[in-house]
Protein backbone atom coordinates (compact mmCIF):
# COMPACT_ATOMS: atom_id res chain seq x y z
CA UNK A 1 0.00 0.00 0.00
CA UNK A 2 1.62 2.94 -1.23
CA UNK A 3 -0.20 5.69 0.43
CA UNK A 4 -1.44 9.16 -0.39
CA UNK A 5 1.14 10.40 -2.57
CA UNK A 6 1.48 14.11 -2.91
CA UNK A 7 3.87 16.16 -5.20
CA UNK A 8 5.59 18.08 -5.14
CA UNK A 9 7.20 18.01 -1.53
CA UNK A 10 8.24 21.83 -1.15
CA UNK A 11 7.46 24.39 -3.68
CA UNK A 12 8.67 28.16 -3.39
CA UNK A 13 7.32 31.08 -6.03
CA UNK A 14 7.06 33.88 -6.66
CA UNK A 15 3.91 36.10 -5.74
CA UNK A 16 1.55 36.39 -9.67
CA UNK A 17 2.63 32.82 -10.25
CA UNK A 18 0.59 29.92 -11.46
CA UNK A 19 1.10 26.34 -8.85
CA UNK A 20 -0.41 23.38 -9.35
CA UNK A 21 -0.26 21.01 -6.16
CA UNK A 22 -1.07 17.13 -7.11
CA UNK A 23 -2.51 14.19 -5.26
CA UNK A 24 -2.83 10.33 -5.80
CA UNK A 25 -4.71 8.91 -3.57
CA UNK A 26 -5.29 5.09 -2.08
CA UNK A 27 -6.44 2.88 -5.26
CA UNK A 28 -9.89 1.77 -4.26
CA UNK A 29 -10.58 4.80 -1.80
CA UNK A 30 -13.98 6.78 -2.97
CA UNK A 31 -13.45 10.18 -1.21
CA UNK A 32 -10.59 12.63 -1.64
CA UNK A 33 -9.68 15.66 0.61
CA UNK A 34 -8.24 19.08 0.19
CA UNK A 35 -7.26 20.40 3.15
CA UNK A 36 -5.03 23.67 3.77
CA UNK A 37 -2.59 23.86 7.31
CA UNK A 38 -1.33 27.42 9.19
CA UNK A 39 -0.34 27.65 12.32
CA UNK A 40 -3.22 30.47 12.87
CA UNK A 41 -5.83 28.76 11.12
CA UNK A 42 -5.05 25.12 11.60
CA UNK A 43 -6.31 22.48 9.08
CA UNK A 44 -8.93 23.55 7.03
CA UNK A 45 -11.07 21.81 4.43
CA UNK A 46 -10.91 23.33 0.93
CA UNK A 47 -12.67 21.30 -1.22
CA UNK A 48 -13.74 17.33 -1.01
CA UNK A 49 -14.59 15.10 -3.92
CA UNK A 50 -17.08 11.47 -3.91
CA UNK A 51 -16.47 9.49 -6.92
CA UNK A 52 -14.70 12.59 -8.37
CA UNK A 53 -17.58 14.76 -8.16
CA UNK A 54 -17.00 17.96 -6.09
CA UNK A 55 -19.47 17.41 -3.29
CA UNK A 56 -18.28 20.63 -1.46
CA UNK A 57 -16.18 23.62 -2.16
CA UNK A 58 -17.33 26.26 0.21
CA UNK A 59 -14.01 26.12 1.70
CA UNK A 60 -11.75 27.73 -1.52
CA UNK A 61 -10.71 30.71 -0.27
CA UNK A 62 -11.05 32.56 -3.36
CA UNK A 63 -11.87 32.25 -7.04
CA UNK A 64 -7.90 31.88 -7.61
CA UNK A 65 -7.99 28.25 -5.64
CA UNK A 66 -9.70 25.94 -8.31
CA UNK A 67 -9.30 21.62 -7.73
CA UNK A 68 -10.11 18.56 -10.26
CA UNK A 69 -10.43 15.79 -10.22
CA UNK A 70 -10.34 13.84 -13.68
CA UNK A 71 -10.19 10.08 -12.49
CA UNK A 72 -9.97 8.16 -9.34
CA UNK A 73 -6.24 8.05 -9.30
CA UNK A 74 -5.49 11.65 -9.89
CA UNK A 75 -6.59 15.40 -8.49
CA UNK A 76 -4.67 18.63 -8.76
CA UNK A 77 -4.95 21.86 -6.47
CA UNK A 78 -4.49 24.86 -8.81
CA UNK A 79 -3.62 28.63 -7.46
CA UNK A 80 -3.35 31.39 -10.01
CA UNK A 81 -2.21 33.45 -9.39
CA UNK A 82 -0.48 32.60 -6.11
CA UNK A 83 -0.27 35.55 -3.41
CA UNK A 84 2.19 35.29 -0.17
CA UNK A 85 -1.03 34.94 2.17
CA UNK A 86 -1.05 31.15 0.29
CA UNK A 87 1.90 30.12 1.83
CA UNK A 88 0.94 27.01 4.13
CA UNK A 89 1.15 23.68 4.10
CA UNK A 90 -1.55 21.80 1.69
CA UNK A 91 -2.65 17.97 2.52
CA UNK A 92 -4.30 15.99 -0.01
CA UNK A 93 -6.19 12.94 1.88
CA UNK A 94 -8.99 9.80 1.22
CA UNK A 95 -10.89 7.41 2.40
CA UNK A 96 -12.18 4.07 1.87
CA UNK A 97 -16.37 5.27 2.82
CA UNK A 98 -18.41 7.22 4.15
CA UNK A 99 -17.65 6.30 7.93
CA UNK A 100 -13.87 5.23 6.97
CA UNK A 101 -11.21 7.53 8.58
CA UNK A 102 -9.20 9.90 6.34
CA UNK A 103 -5.53 9.04 5.52
CA UNK A 104 -3.42 11.64 4.70
CA UNK A 105 -0.76 12.54 2.29
CA UNK A 106 2.82 13.87 3.22
CA UNK A 107 1.59 17.17 2.31
CA UNK A 108 3.32 20.20 0.17
CA UNK A 109 4.82 23.28 1.65
CA UNK A 110 4.06 25.85 -0.50
CA UNK A 111 5.95 29.37 -0.24
CA UNK A 112 4.78 32.48 -2.05
CA UNK A 113 7.17 35.43 -2.15
CA UNK B 1 -19.10 28.68 17.83
CA UNK B 2 -16.61 26.66 16.34
CA UNK B 3 -17.60 23.51 14.71
CA UNK B 4 -14.76 21.49 16.59
CA UNK B 5 -12.81 23.24 19.76
CA UNK B 6 -10.03 21.47 21.44
CA UNK B 7 -7.61 23.22 23.68
CA UNK B 8 -4.69 24.50 22.29
CA UNK B 9 -2.17 23.27 25.22
CA UNK B 10 0.56 22.82 25.57
CA UNK B 11 -0.73 20.13 28.03
CA UNK B 12 2.30 18.92 29.83
CA UNK B 13 2.35 15.23 31.87
CA UNK B 14 5.05 13.37 33.14
CA UNK B 15 6.41 10.53 31.75
CA UNK B 16 4.53 7.17 32.76
CA UNK B 17 0.87 9.37 33.69
CA UNK B 18 -2.22 9.58 32.27
CA UNK B 19 -2.82 12.04 29.59
CA UNK B 20 -6.15 13.58 28.68
CA UNK B 21 -7.09 15.15 25.22
CA UNK B 22 -10.33 16.70 24.49
CA UNK B 23 -12.65 17.79 22.42
CA UNK B 24 -16.08 19.34 22.10
CA UNK B 25 -18.41 19.35 18.83
CA UNK B 26 -21.45 21.82 17.54
CA UNK B 27 -23.13 19.36 14.59
CA UNK B 28 -25.16 17.15 16.89
CA UNK B 29 -25.53 14.41 14.54
CA UNK B 30 -22.17 13.47 13.95
CA UNK B 31 -21.58 10.02 13.77
CA UNK B 32 -18.07 9.25 13.17
CA UNK B 33 -15.26 10.74 15.57
CA UNK B 34 -11.45 10.38 15.09
CA UNK B 35 -8.32 11.14 16.82
CA UNK B 36 -5.14 11.83 14.93
CA UNK B 37 -1.22 12.46 16.14
CA UNK B 38 0.78 15.04 14.19
CA UNK B 39 4.48 15.28 14.86
CA UNK B 40 6.36 18.90 13.71
CA UNK B 41 6.51 19.02 10.31
CA UNK B 42 4.97 15.41 9.45
CA UNK B 43 1.08 14.51 7.99
CA UNK B 44 -1.72 13.61 10.85
CA UNK B 45 -1.48 9.86 11.67
CA UNK B 46 -5.03 8.14 12.71
CA UNK B 47 -4.88 7.08 16.64
CA UNK B 48 -7.93 6.05 17.04
CA UNK B 49 -12.10 5.85 15.26
CA UNK B 50 -14.81 6.17 17.68
CA UNK B 51 -18.91 6.02 16.48
CA UNK B 52 -20.50 4.53 19.60
CA UNK B 53 -21.30 5.78 23.11
CA UNK B 54 -18.93 4.71 26.02
CA UNK B 55 -15.16 3.66 25.67
CA UNK B 56 -12.70 2.12 23.07
CA UNK B 57 -9.40 0.70 23.86
CA UNK B 58 -6.48 0.11 22.20
CA UNK B 59 -3.02 -0.34 23.64
CA UNK B 60 -2.12 2.63 25.79
CA UNK B 61 -5.19 4.39 24.30
CA UNK B 62 -9.21 5.11 24.74
CA UNK B 63 -11.29 7.14 22.89
CA UNK B 64 -14.05 7.91 25.13
CA UNK B 65 -17.27 9.24 23.13
CA UNK B 66 -20.67 10.73 25.04
CA UNK B 67 -22.88 11.95 22.01
CA UNK B 68 -25.27 13.36 24.48
CA UNK B 69 -22.45 16.12 25.66
CA UNK B 70 -21.11 16.52 22.67
CA UNK B 71 -17.93 15.58 23.63
CA UNK B 72 -15.37 13.27 22.79
CA UNK B 73 -12.08 12.71 24.62
CA UNK B 74 -8.74 10.35 23.85
CA UNK B 75 -6.60 9.53 27.20
CA UNK B 76 -3.00 7.95 27.03
CA UNK B 77 -2.00 5.54 29.80
CA UNK B 78 1.97 5.80 30.62
CA UNK B 79 2.41 8.31 28.61
CA UNK B 80 6.31 8.20 26.88
CA UNK B 81 8.61 10.98 25.74
CA UNK B 82 7.85 9.73 22.10
CA UNK B 83 3.90 11.09 22.76
CA UNK B 84 4.84 13.96 22.66
CA UNK B 85 3.28 15.39 19.51
CA UNK B 86 -0.12 17.43 18.75
CA UNK B 87 -3.33 15.66 18.83
CA UNK B 88 -5.60 16.46 16.38
CA UNK B 89 -10.24 15.91 16.70
CA UNK B 90 -11.68 14.91 13.46
CA UNK B 91 -15.13 15.25 13.57
CA UNK B 92 -17.49 13.69 10.53
CA UNK B 93 -20.01 15.88 10.16
CA UNK B 94 -23.95 14.60 9.97
CA UNK B 95 -25.39 14.45 6.31
CA UNK B 96 -25.23 12.11 3.20
CA UNK B 97 -21.57 13.03 2.16
CA UNK B 98 -18.55 12.76 4.38
CA UNK B 99 -17.03 16.38 5.47
CA UNK B 100 -14.58 16.15 7.83
CA UNK B 101 -13.82 19.21 9.98
CA UNK B 102 -10.88 19.22 12.43
CA UNK B 103 -10.24 20.82 15.95
CA UNK B 104 -6.97 23.05 16.24
CA UNK B 105 -5.17 20.33 18.43
CA UNK B 106 -3.74 20.24 21.61
CA UNK B 107 -0.11 20.15 21.96
CA UNK B 108 0.67 17.58 24.45
CA UNK B 109 4.66 17.37 26.13
CA UNK B 110 5.71 14.64 27.90
CA UNK B 111 8.74 15.60 30.32
CA UNK B 112 11.30 12.69 31.33
Known amino acids: DAGVIQSPRHEVTEMGQEVTLRCKPI?????LFWYRQTMMRGLELLIY????????DSGMPEDRFSAKMPNASFSTLKIQPSEPRDSAVYFC???????????FGNGTRLTVT | QKEVEQNSGPLSVPEGAIASLNCTYS??????FFWYRQYSGKSPELIMSIYSNGDKEDGRFTAQLNKASQYVSLLIRDSQPSDSATYLC????????????FGTGTKLQVIP
Open chain 1, 27 to 31: SGHNS
Open chain 1, 49 to 56: FNNNVPID
Open chain 2, 27 to 32: DRGSQS
Open chain 1, 93 to 103: ASSLDGNSPLH
Open chain 2, 90 to 101: AVKNSGGYQKVT
